[in-house]
């Protein structure tokens, strides 16, 4: 378990398509409103992650840990 959580990537940079962003794994605790505030700078920036992963996520209280959420390019 400890090698297998060692090699798993949190946040990961991607590029390519229509636009850049990252990645993030939904980790026990999360919410929207943190991940906003850490990868985006701002936590009331929540709803640009919930609009980016519709229809996956239906209310954006609603997240889940392993859930791998898109997060729009700042």
């Given at each position: 378990?400890?090698?297998?959580?060692?090699?798993?990537?949190?946040?990961?940079?991607?590029?390519?398509?229509?636009?850049?962003?990252?990645?993030?794994?939904?980790?026990?605790?999360?919410?929207?409103?943190?991940?906003?505030?850490?990868?985006?700078?701002?936590?009331?920036?929540?709803?640009?992650?919930?609009?980016?992963?519709?229809?996956?996520l239906?209310?954006?209280?609603?997240?889940?840990?392993?859930?791998?959420?898109?997060?729009?390019?700042?």
């Amino acid at each position: 378990y400890r090698r297998q959580r060692q090699m798993c990537i949190r946040d990961r940079d991607m590029t390519g398509g229509d636009g850049d962003g990252t990645f993030h794994t939904v980790e026990k605790g999360d919410t929207l409103w943190a991940i906003a505030a850490k990868t985006l700078g701002n936590g009331a920036r929540y709803e640009e992650i919930f609009e980016a992963n519709k229809p996956m996520l239906k209310h954006p209280d609603k997240i889940y840990p392993g859930q791998m959420l898109r997060i729009p390019a700042k």
